[in-house]
């Protein structure tokens, strides 16, 4: 068994390394990828599908500002990407195509708290860069 071991270390040392230098060198992502969900607020209409069909109730229907520093409020998705199962379910439903999936994987989300896991809106439609702690 011991030999079996150390044959098999032998024979695999020249073979080429699988680790990725990662976040150095970015993986490449297939087209179907499904990163975080991009928000955009012209075409929400507020209607709440997304929300009823999330399987992990993450997505919630907020009163949020229209654009950045507006007095004007409607309804716009809310999600906790720390309950999100990324399925792209709330994606597939929206019947004006408001959601759809971006290409992040690390920078939003991984962060230190749960609460910083909660996409405000704002931060959806990438109003706030996602990295700062813009609570709204």
């Not at 004006?96 to 931060?123: F, I, N, Q, R």
Request: glycine share 8%; aromatic share 6%; charged share 30%.
């Amino acid at each position: 068994m011991v030999l079996k071991n150390i044959k098999y270390a032998l024979k695999n040392i020249p073979k080429k390394r699988v680790t990725r230098l990662c976040p150095e060198v970015e993986t490449p992502l297939s087209d179907r990828f499904r990163g975080l969900q991009i928000l955009d607020k012209s075409k929400c209409i507020g209607c709440g599908i997304c929300a009823n069909t999330c399987p992990n109730s993450a997505i919630k229907i907020v009163k949020a500002p229209i654009f950045r520093g507006s007095d004007k409020k409607r309804w716009f998705p809310q999600i906790d990407i720390g309950h999100c199962l990324f399925c792209g379910l709330c994606i597939d439903q929206c019947p004006k195509g408001a959601l759809s999936s971006g290409k992040e994987y690390s920078k939003g989300v991984v962060k230190w708290t749960h609460k910083d896991l909660l996409m405000t809106p704002c931060k959806l439609a990438r109003e706030v860069d996602i990295q700062e702690g813009d609570e709204r």
